[in-house]
């Protein structure tokens, strides 16, 4: 039983490596780690109540268990990803949470907080994956560079974070789910020495939250 334990482990850690479609690099990804993970855990509870034959269906359920609590904010992701692909944001995953960033030379003119119109679509598409994976909530972010003071950058970052979560809202999903703040020229990204520095430091930035678990 021990032995057969250890090989189950084995072949489920060994499945749970993946390769990046978008990076190629081959990695373990929330969902196989949670497939491993509850495939293991279950054969284990499965061993003391019924032996192999327990364990073997303790697997099974520890598997559909883990993939359903790791896989959740994976597939989201991949979804927006491939709805993002060549529009300028960066989909990015911080922990269990997804992370968006999305640079002002896409949403906003300088000085403003009226979205262009030309970035309709993309958040049109955040909409539509937001809709369909409606266990999470959206925390929409402003943020400026550090060029002027607080009295001028932070209301202005307000104003845009409210305008991205106020579309959001209009496109379909659910206000209760969504908040805005702005954040001024707080956690810069880059340096605010250089234009370029300053011009990737000017960006909203939306955390979609893992409540799925």
């Known amino acids: 039983m021990k032995k057969f334990l250890m090989i189950l482990m084995s072949v489920c850690l060994l499945s749970a490596c993946a390769t990046d479609p978008y990076t190629g690099e081959s990695k373990v990804s929330k969902t196989a780690w949670g ?9 284990g509870v499965g061993a003391l109540v019924g032996g192999e034959k327990g364990a073997l269906i303790g697997a099974g359920v520890g598997a559909a268990t883990g993939a359903a609590t790791g896989g ?3 597939i989201q992701a991949r979804k927006l ?18 992370r968006l960033i999305m640079p002002n030379a896409i949403t906003f003119n300088t000085n403003e907080a009226i979205i262009k119109t030309s970035a ?14 409606n266990k999470t909530s959206l925390q929409v972010l402003g943020y400026t560079d550090s060029t002027g003071n607080d009295a001028i950058n932070i209301p202005l970052s307000q104003r845009r974070a409210a305008a991205v979560a ?18 001024g020229a707080q956690n810069p990204i880059a340096s605010n020495a250089t234009a370029e520095g300053r011009e990737q430091n ?5 955390y979609l939250i893992n409540n799925a678990k």
């Open 35 to 43: 497939v491993g993970i509850g495939t293991a855990v279950g054969a």
């Open 72 to 74: 959740y904010m994976d």
């Open 81 to 98: 990803r491939q709805e993002l692909q060549g529009t300028g944001v960066q989909v990015a995953r911080d922990g269990e949470n997804i």
């Open 120 to 133: 309709n679509p993309v958040l049109d598409s955040v909409a539509k994956v937001a809709k369909e994976y």
């Open 166 to 183: 106020q579309y959001l809202g209009l496109r379909g999903v659910a206000s209760t789910r969504i908040t805005a703040a702005g954040m």
């Open 202 to 206: 000017r960006r909203v930035e939306i």
